[in-house]
Structure formats: structure tokens, C-alpha cells
């Protein structure tokens, strides 16, 4: 039986024709409009939002396969009431966007950026005892602000620095505290205690605006704010601000709030390393979540339960 589906035009040179095998698909540029017909299924991008009229111009809709680990772009409570699977990639992209996390504690500790800018100049007289001093690791603080499969990655990888680590977790997480050493602490607490703070958490309606001008000021002077989660935890302007003021030493961000639009005073803040949401930015990663949102697909339409759901049954 062939199903019409709709798939983001831009997984089609990560995908395999065998994946594909009784799909007619339609291919979905992230900037064309969510159609209104009949297709059984959407493969959207995380910049799709398919909410409730999106779900109810698709009424024959069975499985949102979202081609990414987050789902905050799905309205999950319109899906669920549809009777429509909402499935998503965890997993196969978590050791990619914990290495780029950590390209950006090492840009930002390091002043990367800086370095590169003067060599490019031209101004470099040379090697200078005070030049670029940046913050050592060995012996500091990282709070991980999320402990799932993310932020445990950039937690092992902390181990051979020699940081030490703090984390929050709705749920203790002894495996990874007897690997790594970690403590669960309090969200205070870990604003507080860290030199770099590392956002895992997912963006939901508890977690949007978690880092703001007020828990902002609880952070140490001179500490480090590193996002590779999702734009909407961190309030930019009062980010910048606190960049302005020399509060905050730095900020490596891989995610926005608005993308692509970043808010111009983040943008002019100094100390930044500001990255376009390459998290996941790896040939492997990317064919394997392409891969993987197909075979949710395959799997529901072909009446079996979905490999990667957000919620159990519909
Ligand atoms: P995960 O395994 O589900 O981990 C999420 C962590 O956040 C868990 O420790 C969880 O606690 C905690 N948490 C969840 N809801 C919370 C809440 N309301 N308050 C406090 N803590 C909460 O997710 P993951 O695979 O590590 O991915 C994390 C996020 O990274 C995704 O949601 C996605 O947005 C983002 N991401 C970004 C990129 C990129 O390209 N930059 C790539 C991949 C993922 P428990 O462990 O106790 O449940």
C-alpha cells in the first residue's frame, strides 16, 4: 500500500530510496506553508511548528516523526488529542552536540575567537605573558543545568579536564555520579557554585526563561553561560546586559530564542562565541536522524508502535 507523506525537502540527500520504499512523498521546503490534504504523515524540522491547525488541516494524520531530539515545535497536547504519534531522535545525536558543547567551554574559556581575530588583524607583535589570559579548567566548576543523555556526555567529557561537576535532574542519576563524580544540587545552588554553567534541560513551559536577569545574578562573577539546548531557556537581552556589565565572563550559545534572528544586543554583546545551531552537525548524526524519523514512520504506517515515541499510546 502506498501512503502520502510529507518530509522536509531538506533530509532528502541524507535519506536512501530502500527507506522510502511505499511513500509517496511530497517534499516540504521549511519555507512553504503546511499544506492542508490527506497525508498520513509529516516529517518536519524543529523550525516547523505543526500545531493545532496544522493537525486538524492534515485529519487523516497518524505520526509527526520530528527529525530532531527536541519536540517543543509540536503542539503534543493538540497531537495527542488527534490520536496522532508524535516521535522524535534521541540518542544518535547526543555525542555530537556534547563534542559541540565542548567546542564551545573550550572557545569560550580560551578566548578562541579573540586569538583568531587578532592573528587575522595583522596587529600580533607576539608572545605576551598577559596576552589572552582565559580561565583555567583544572579544578573548576561545570554545572550541567539538565542530566539526561546530553548533558551525562558533556559530563563524562569533563572527567580528563579535571573539572568538577554539579548537576540538576528532576531524577538522581547515581550511575553517572559513581562515573563521574558528579552531586545533584538545586538549581540555586548550581548558579551559585559553577564557573560554567552548560544548559541541557529541554524547552518547555517550566523551563523557558530559566536563565534571566535574576538567576543571572546568582551566578558567579565572571562565570560562563554555554546553550546548546534551546533558545527559549535563556532571556537574551538581560544576557547581553550581563555581558555588558562584565558580569557574565562569557557566553557560547548554538541556539536562539527567535532563529535565525538573534537579538541585536546579544549580538553586539561582547565576549560571545555565537554559533548557527550546529549541535548536531555531523554527516553521521544527520543521516542517522533522518533515518530513524523515516523508520518511525514506516513502523506506524505500517501498524506497529513507533520506535522513538514522546508519549506511549494514542
Ligand atoms: P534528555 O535526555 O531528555 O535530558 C533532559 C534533561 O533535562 C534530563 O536530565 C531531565 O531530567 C531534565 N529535565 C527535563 N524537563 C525538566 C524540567 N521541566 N525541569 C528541570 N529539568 C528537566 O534530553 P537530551 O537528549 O539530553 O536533549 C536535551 C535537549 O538538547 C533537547 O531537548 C534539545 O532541545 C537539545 N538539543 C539541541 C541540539 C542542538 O543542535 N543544539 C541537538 C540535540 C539536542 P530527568 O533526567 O530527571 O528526566
Given at each position: ?239 547581553a ?23 541585536p544586543r546579544l549580538l553586539a554583546a ?45
Amino acid at each position: 500500500m502506498i501512503h502520502r507523506v510529507l518530509i522536509a525537502a531538506e533530509l532528502k540527500n541524507l535519506l536512501e530510496p530502500a527507506q522510502l520504499a511505499d511513500l509517496d512523498i511530497t517534499w516540504l521546503a521549511a519555507d512553504q506553508p503546511t499544506p492542508r490534504g490527506d497525508w498520513v504523515a509529516i516529517v518536519p524540522l524543529l523550525s516547523r511548528w505543526v500545531g493545532g491547525t496544522q493537525l486538524k488541516n492534515l485529519p487523516n494524520l497518524r505520526i509527526v516523526a520530528n527529525c530532531a531530539v527536541g519536540y517543543n515545535n509540536v503542539d503534543l497536547v493538540a497531537a495527542e488529542m488527534r490520536k496522532v504519534f508524535v516521535t522524535n531522535t534521541p540518542g544518535v545525536l547526543t555525542e555530537a552536540t556534547a563534542d559541540l558543547t565542548w567546542a564551545l567551554i573550550l572557545a569560550t574559556t580560551r578566548r578562541l575567537l579573540e586569538g583568531v581575530e587578532l592573528v587575522r588583524s595583522g596587529q600580533w607583535t607576539g608572545w605576551h605573558p598577559e596576552q589572552l589570559l582565559g580561565l583555567e579548567l583544572c579544578g573548576r566548576i561545570l554545572g550541567l543545568l539538565g542530566a539526561g543523555r546530553i548533558g551525562q556526555a558533556v559530563g563524562r567529557r569533563a572527567v580528563p579536564f579535571g573539572l568538577r561537576l554539579v548537576y540538576t535532574a528532576r531524577t538522581p542519576k547515581p550511575e553517572f555520579e559513581r562515573e563521574t563524580g558528579a552531586t545533584r544540587v538545586d538549581t540555586s545552588q548550581l548558579l551559585a557554585e559553577s564557573d560554567i554553567v552548560s544548559l541541557h534541560v529541554p524547552s518547555s513551559p517550566e523551563t523557558k526563561g530559566i536563565i534571566n536577569s535574576e538567576t543571572l545574578a546568582r551566578m558567579r562573577r565572571g562565570a560562563i553561560l554555554i546553550n546548546t539546548s534551546r533558545g527559549d531557556l535563556v532571556r537574551e537581552e538581560a544576557l547581553a546586559v550581563a555581558l555588558e556589565r562584565g558580569q557574565l565572563g562569557a557566553a557560547g550559545l548554538d541556539v536562539y530564542a527567535d532563529e535565525p534572528a538573534i537579538h541585536p544586543r546579544l549580538l553586539a554583546a561582547p565576549r560571545t562565541v555565537l554559533l548557527p545551531h550546529i549541535g548536531s552537525a555531523t554527516e553521521e548524526t544527520r543521516r542517522k536522524m533522518a533515518a530513524i524519523a523515516i523508520a518511525n514512520v514506516q513502523a506506524v504506517l505500517s501498524g506497529k508502535p513507533p520506535l522513538t515515541p514522546v508519549y506511549k499510546s494514542v
